[in-house]
């Protein structure tokens, strides 16, 4: 599966497949059994800690730290210049919709509120590439929607590269510049298209002929005709 810079690339696949455990290997978390993982034009540039920042399905914020203080966690943990790092998550928190939180605990925001947090840490480090793995499955519907929409925002401003897991296919389609398809396990890449859709998109796009397209493509993909 190839990646090209500045996509948002929406990953799918039945349960079990194996979508959690691409993202581990992307993170170094994980050795692959075989293949290889590039990043640029040179495998051996590739620093997993450095390189990528990672969402998960839970905001895992330290309750003891200040908003501020877990976003410039992973900064810390590389040792990059303290007083950058704290300008640098303010943007970020900023850019997140959390400007006037930085001296709040998790416990004072919300699950949608702790998610945007957790989006700023994965980008404090200035990473090349951004995993999401599941970000907004445990949030409430209407909330869900509400963080898609902030997810293109934050995605536009930020012009990272991003792989998004999803279990939600109208989700991929929405979010996606990009989809791939996994099959069941043994998992292989089933399909890979680009998502024609306009960048700036908002939630009536659901209602179109050609997101309704795409959705009918993945199910047809995962057997689900």
């Given at each position: 599966?190839t990646?090209?810079e ?9 349960s079990g497949?194996?979508k ?22 040179a495998?051996?540039?590739f620093v ?15 309750k ?6 877990n976003?410039t966690l ?30 709040s ?7 949608g509120m ?9 980008l404090?480090?200035?990473p090349?590439?951004?995993l ?10 209407l909330?869900?929607e509400?963080m ?6 934050i ?9 998004f ?15 791939a398809v996994l099959?069941?396990g043994p998992?292989?890449m ?5 998502i ?5 998109r908002?939630l ?10 795409y ?7 995962l057997?689900?005709?």
């Amino acid at each position: 599966m190839t990646v090209d810079e500045g996509d948002l690339v929406s990953l799918v696949g039945p349960s079990g497949c194996g979508k959690t455990t691409v993202l581990k290997i992307l993170a170094g978390l994980h050795e692959a059994s075989e293949g290889t993982v590039r990043i640029g034009n040179a495998e051996s540039g590739f620093v997993p800690g450095r390189d990528v920042g990672m969402v998960f399905q839970q905001a895992l914020l330290l309750k003891w730290r200040t908003i501020l203080e877990n976003v410039t966690l992973p900064a810390e943990i590389l040792g990059l210049p303290k007083q950058e790092s704290r300008e640098r998550a303010r943007h970020l928190l900023n850019m997140v919709g959390l400007r006037g939180f930085e001296g709040s605990y998790p416990y004072q925001l919300s699950g949608g509120m702790q998610q945007r947090a957790a989006i700023a840490r994965a980008l404090v480090h200035d990473p090349k590439l951004i995993l999401m793995d599941e970000p907004f499955g445990a949030l409430d519907a209407l909330t869900r929607e509400k963080m898609n929409l902030e997810m293109l925002r934050i995605w536009r401003e930020s012009g990272k590269t991003i792989l998004f897991v999803t279990h939600s296919i109208q989700e991929a389609v929405f979010l996606g510049s990009r989809c791939a398809v996994l099959t069941a396990g043994p998992a292989r890449m089933a399909d890979t298209f680009r998502i024609d859709l306009p960048a700036e998109r908002g939630l009536e796009i659901k209602t179109t002929e050609a997101f309704g397209v795409y959705v009918k493509r993945i199910y047809a993909q995962l057997g689900m005709h």
